[in-house]
């Protein structure tokens, strides 16, 4: 993937440059907009205001004007009154040239005939055909001759020119007319002379809205169509009002002003916003403003730039001989500082860094002269030439250090070509470690470890290499090797003498344990021939009774025989079935006793003589086992006590295997902690733990068990009875029966004097047994 291009950089002094520059024009320009923001209302207003009292004066002004005309006109008539012909022109013609200018005057009879006409300049060649000429049909000679006065017309046509001019007219008492036109023209510059210096500019309406002079432009020729226009008509008669509005694309503000002498409206309009004359021309000022800041920011900012950067650029030179190593010893020259304090604090970190630089460096130099291991520095981009070397690798291939670098191993002769070739395919890889016979200045070999270690800057491809010589390890490796033949054969001999040992040993093992096989089945026997010895003890009696019952029953009937053949009484009948009946009951009863120990031994033995798994009451197996057992101790002063409930406890596993356990733990207590004592009880408790395990506990008040034998209980032949009949196998048969074939646990507590406490832990479903127990060979 191609990497991205770099940015273009820039002088830090062009920045400042740019930087100063831009702050200034954004002064200039957040202070001007500031101000047109602050102006433009204000201007607004008052260009407004100004334009209203302009106009104002201008209809005062225009009404002055045109009533010296309307008086220069009427003093005209009163000269011309009565005159010949001749002299008549002659003050015509004079009287047009005061005041405002007249095109032609015309002085009528009452019935419309010119008498007179004062004609300006060229014109005066045709008042032969205007003299005697009837105008009686004249559209201002009608509206005068209706009314006495004076009469005003902008709709006028020139008699003289058949152009649009504005008309006079003027009747006298005998009801003769004076009619004097004038130019559209001459009334501009009577309109200009009343404005004076205005920027607005004006036009002169008359009441029909038609524009009778306008003192703008050309720009102004397309004025609006005045005929209707409605500020005209709303405007009240002789007052003034100010009005908006759209002229070439441009918001337009008019002051309209009413010459009630007249009849004719003012019009002053110019426009508003940004094409107000005003605006403009503060626009220009702020924009000569910017232009100067423009130009006072060139010429300053760049010498202000360079001040700022001087002392960066003595900085940057100082950090250039740093990174060449130019400076000497740490702290040898202070860095740098000048009246800013950014770059002082530059200077400073810059100068702890190029120290801490250094410092490192000589670290560097020191450790790595100072390292016992020959060590060395190549350039890869350069064929590998020797950089540097320790003093170390200088003692270990006894070349100086000035001779060897910019040499390259094959330029001293320390590796051959095909070793270079070989090096320098394996060199791809970022490490390596390799063993290689080397070659020293004085001509000998010497075989070492070689490692290498990549390292890759911005401008340098290094090779670190370190070898440590391995010679002398390679002699004792071989040694050891030797040494390690003869170990093998000796291991060997050894190996064939243990194996002779281990055959014995399994073979002693086997016998000892087919020992313990038989000693377990001659316990169990043990306590099979125990159990029935107590049994048939237990049973002699009912079957004893029983057979005294069935005897007597026997005499009585061998004496009822005998009465029988002397005679039968009922007595003797009565008396032999009393007997009989008798006899029965007691026969009956014993034997179901017999009957019932007969049952329960029979249930035990079957259990014990086989691992049969069955749902059962754990409160069943109690009470068969301690029916069974009791003949062994009907004799003695033994007791046993059960608090197990009959139901509620129920267990699927194996009550052969529980009946056992209970039978070697009741066993245990009657012959080790009751010997020597008159009396004992046998305590068996069992109750549902809160994990919903079966607890069953069979507790004595014996002698206990002594403190170092309680933590050997469970091992086999552990006996305080060897040699008086006790095999020491009762309780570890009892362990791993239930550690296995149960799968619960058996633990006890003793104290010496207070009797011992066994405790087992049953699951509700025994797990399942892939074979017989142990437990049961």
């Known amino acids: 993937m191609a990497a991205a291009p770099l940015p273009r950089t820039w002088r ?367 350039d890869a981009r350069r064929g590998y030439i020797l950089l540097d070397v320790n003093e170390a690798w200088c003692r270990e291939f006894r070349l100086r250090r000035e001779q060897v670098l910019g040499r390259t191993g094959m330029d001293i002769g320390m590796v051959s070509t095909a070793q270079s070739e070989a090096l320098e395919t394996r060199l791809q890889q970022p490490r390596l470690q390799n063993e290689a016979v080397l070659k020293r200045g004085d001509g000998s070999t010497i075989q070492v470890q070689v490692f290498a270690q990549r390292v890759v800057l911005a401008t340098q491809d290094l090779m670190l290499w370190a070898v440590v010589d391995v010679g002398p390890m390679r002699q004792v490796e071989q040694q050891l090797r030797e040494l390690n033949q003869q170990l093998g054969a000796r291991v060997a001999q050894r190996t064939e003498a243990l194996a002779a040992s281990n055959t014995e040993l399994a073979a002693t093992v086997a016998q000892l344990r087919a020992a313990q096989e038989e000693l377990v089945r001659t316990e169990k026997m043990a306590a099979l021939g125990g159990l029935v010895a107590g049994v048939a003890h237990e049973l002699n009696t009912p079957l004893g009774n029983a057979v005294m019952a069935v005897s007597a029953m026997a005499d009585a009937v061998r004496r009822f025989q005998a009465d029988m053949a002397a005679g039968i009484r009922r007595s003797a009948l009565q008396q032999l079935l009393d007997r009989v009946e008798q006899g029965t009951d007691i026969a009956q009863r014993n034997l179901h006793r017999a009957a019932d120990l007969v049952h329960s031994f029979k249930q035990v033995a079957v259990d014990r003589t086989s691992a049969q798994r069955r749902s059962f009451e754990v409160g069943e197996v109690v009470h068969e086992m301690v029916v069974s057992l009791k003949p062994s101790f009907s004799r003695k002063p033994w007791r046993i006590e059960v608090d197990v409930p009959a139901e509620g406890l129920r267990l699927d596993s194996y009550p052969g295997a529980l009946g056992q356990v209970l039978g070697n733990l009741i066993q245990n207590a009657v012959v080790h902690g009751f010997e020597g004592r008159d009396a004992g009880t046998v305590r068996i408790t069992a109750w549902r733990g809160e994990d919903q395990s079966i607890r069953l506990r069979v507790a004595d008040d014996g002698r206990g068990i002594a403190p170092e034998h309680i933590a050997r209980v469970f091992d086999p032949f552990m006996t305080t009875r060897m040699g008086r009949g006790g095999t020491g196998l009762g309780l570890h048969i009892s362990h791993n029966a239930v550690t296995t074939l149960l799968g619960g646990t058996l633990t006890v507590q003793s104290v010496p004097g207070e009797g011992a406490c066994f405790e087992l832990r049953l699951p509700a479903q025994a797990p399942r047994a892939q074979e017989q127990a142990p437990w049961a060979a």
């Open 12 to 378: 830090m002094r062009t920045h400042l440059s740019a930087l100063l520059v831009v702050t200034m024009l954004l002064t200039v320009t957040v202070v001007g907009t500031a101000i047109l923001l602050t102006r433009l209302p204000a201007i607004e207003q008052g260009s407004q205001a100004q334009l209203q009292a302009g106009v104002e004066r201008l209809a005062g002004r225009l009404e002055l004007l045109l009533g010296t005309a309307q008086s220069r006109l009427e003093l005209l008539g009163t000269l011309v009154d009565g005159a010949e012909p001749g002299p008549a022109n002659a003050l015509l013609d004079e009287g047009l040239r005061a005041g405002l200018r007249f095109d032609a005057v015309y002085q009528l009879s009452p019935d419309g005939v010119v008498q007179a006409a004062g004609l300006s300049g060229d014109w005066q060649s045709r008042r032969g055909d205007l003299v005697g000429r009837d105008l009686s049909t004249n559209s201002l000679f009608q509206e005068v001759s209706q009314r006495s006065g004076t009469v005003w017309s902008g709709r006028y046509r020139s008699v003289l020119t058949g152009l649009r001019a504005v008309g006079l007219a003027v009747r006298d008492e005998q009801g003769r007319v004076l009619i004097a036109e004038v130019s559209p023209q001459a009334l501009v510059r009577a309109v200009q002379v009343a404005a004076g210096r205005t920027a607005a500019s004006v036009w002169i309406v008359d009441r029909h809205g038609d524009v009778l002079a306008d003192t703008g432009d050309g720009l102004d020729r397309e004025r609006p169509d005045m005929r209707g226009w409605p500020p005209t008509q709303a405007q009240p008669t002789g007052g003034t009002a100010t009005v908006a509005f759209e002229h070439r694309g441009r918001t337009h503000r008019a002051a309209i002003a009413h010459s009630s002498a007249l009849d004719w409206y003012v019009v002053g309009h110019a426009p508003q916003d940004w094409a107000n004359p005003r605006v403009q021309r503060l626009l220009s000022y702020l924009g000569l403003s910017f232009a100067g800041c423009l130009l006072v920011g060139l010429l300053v900012a760049p010498f202000w730039a360079e001040r700022l950067t001087r002392p960066l650029q003595r900085i940057l030179d100082r950090t250039a001989r740093a990174t060449r190593g130019e400076i000497g010893e740490i702290g040898e020259a202070t860095w740098p500082r000048g009246q800013v304090a950014e770059f002082n604090q530059l200077s400073g970190h810059l100068e702890v860094m190029a120290n801490a630089l250094m410092e490192r460096e000589h670290k560097f130099f020191a450790i790595f002269n100072a390292a016992p291991v020959p060590m060395s520095v190549t």
